[in-house]
């Protein structure tokens, strides 16, 4: 298995991705006028004693693996944590440039595509799952476990599940490596979304849909029905809160989020943290700030992708 560095190549200046349609658009004004409470020390996206927590919808178990998260949140701040998970990457993004969601956990490709095109976001911190981790997570590549493909150079001509045109380690990264191997991931592949890397990973495995393709570590890890041929480690996705919230609120997230353990967590009284199916997603967060996505940005501007201009 080989692991791929990130680095430039002249045939990415010449493709672009796939495209959103996003257009920008204003910020917390607009947020106001689409239903969000706002007083006079800030905007929320729907009612001052809410925070609307928003998600990409990675997995089945997405709000499972969020609410004792959810929880520290709304104890520690004594407001009304609401669950969003949208439809889509696309669909976060829009509520984020509408001002719907206050805090969300996002993808690093969803959070350049965002601000890019409107979002007022603070990116605070990155979830780490172990003890000694640093933020960040493998994009692999997979194939049915009984396959003879060893490589991502013999991707060509199959059709290749991705997860979403916004994901960072679903698309972005593989897409990349993709070139890099001397692969278009438009024209040289069947390209198949799944919406979400679980899906990506049981049609890979069932191999009728998808004979190869791509999603995020944490879930390939919980099949048996595929093998990694190749990984790329990404940077860690981002618990973000919007620019409109009241700066106390702010300070405050700021405080609560930015560097905790699941001990400090269980420890302030929040029993639902105290399962194996939390400790298997979340050991800590570690701060994260808007430069530590510029590896992002430079893929952005070497291919020219449509996903992150405004």
């Given at each position: 298995m080989k692991?791929?560095?990130?680095?430039?190549t002249?045939?990415?200046?010449?493709v672009?991705?796939?495209g959103?349609?996003l257009?920008?658009?204003?910020g917390?004004?607009?947020?106001?006028e689409?239903?969000?409470?706002?007083?006079?020390?800030?905007?929320?996206?729907?009612?001052?004693?809410?925070l609307?927590f928003?998600?990409v919808?990675?997995?089945?178990?997405?709000?499972?693996?969020?609410q004792?998260?959810m929880?520290y949140?709304?104890?520690?701040?004594g407001?009304?944590v609401?669950?969003?998970?949208?439809t889509?990457?696309?669909?976060l993004?829009?509520?984020a440039i509408?001002g719907?969601?206050?805090?969300?956990s996002?993808?690093?490709?969803?959070?350049?595509t965002?601000?890019?095109?409107g979002a007022?976001?603070?990116?605070?911190?990155?979830i780490?799952?172990?003890?000694?981790?640093?933020?960040g997570?493998?994009?692999?590549?997979?194939?049915?476990?009984?396959?003879?493909?060893?490589?991502?150079?013999?991707f060509?001509?199959?059709?290749?599940c991705f997860?979403?045109?916004?994901?960072?380690s679903g698309?972005?990264?593989?897409?990349?490596?993709?070139l890099?191997?001397?692969?278009d991931p438009?024209?040289?592949?069947t390209?198949?979304?799944a919406?979400?890397?679980?899906?990506?990973v049981?049609?890979v495995?069932?191999a009728v849909?998808?004979?190869?393709?791509?999603?995020?570590d944490?879930?390939?890890?919980?099949?048996d029905?595929v093998k990694v041929?190749?990984?790329?480690?990404?940077?860690g996705?981002?618990?973000?809160?919007?620019?409109?919230?009241?700066?106390?609120?702010q300070?405050?997230?700021?405080?609560?989020l930015?560097?905790?353990t699941i001990?400090?967590i269980i420890e302030s009284g929040?029993?639902?943290a105290?399962?194996d199916?939390f400790?298997a997603?979340f050991?800590?967060?570690?701060p994260?700030d808007?430069a530590?996505?510029d590896?992002?940005r430079?893929i952005?501007k070497?291919?020219?992708?449509?996903?992150c201009?405004?």
């Amino acid at each position: 298995m080989k692991l791929r560095a990130l680095k430039s190549t002249a045939a990415l200046a010449a493709v672009a991705f796939l495209g959103l349609g996003l257009a920008s658009c204003a910020g917390s004004a607009d947020a106001a006028e689409g239903g969000g409470e706002a007083n006079a020390a800030g905007t929320f996206a729907s009612e001052s004693d809410t925070l609307v927590f928003g998600v990409v919808p990675d997995s089945v178990d997405t709000e499972t693996n969020y609410q004792p998260l959810m929880d520290y949140i709304a104890q520690e701040t004594g407001k009304t944590v609401e669950y969003h998970e949208s439809t889509d990457y696309a669909a976060l993004i829009e509520s984020a440039i509408a001002g719907k969601i206050d805090v969300a956990s996002f993808s690093g490709f969803t959070y350049v595509t965002a601000t890019n095109n409107g979002a007022e976001l603070t990116p605070i911190s990155s979830i780490v799952t172990e003890n000694g981790q640093e933020p960040g997570y493998y994009s692999q590549a997979i194939v049915p476990v009984d396959s003879d493909i060893s490589s991502i150079d013999e991707f060509a001509g199959k059709k290749v599940c991705f997860v979403d045109p916004s994901s960072t380690s679903g698309y972005l990264f593989p897409s990349y490596n993709l070139l890099e191997a001397d692969i278009d991931p438009k024209t040289d592949v069947t390209p198949v979304f799944a919406g979400k890397h679980d899906v990506s990973v049981q049609k890979v495995g069932e191999a009728v849909e998808c004979e190869v393709g791509f999603a995020e570590d944490s879930e390939v890890e919980k099949s048996d029905a595929v093998k990694v041929v190749d990984e790329t480690m990404v940077p860690g996705a981002p618990i973000v809160m919007s620019n409109s919230l009241p700066e106390e609120l702010q300070t405050q997230l700021t405080g609560i989020l930015s560097e905790v353990t699941i001990d400090e967590i269980i420890e302030s009284g929040i029993e639902s943290a105290d399962s194996d199916a939390f400790r298997a997603t979340f050991y800590s967060t570690e701060p994260v700030d808007d430069a530590y996505y510029d590896t992002i940005r430079d893929i952005c501007k070497e291919t020219d992708a449509e996903q992150c201009q405004a």
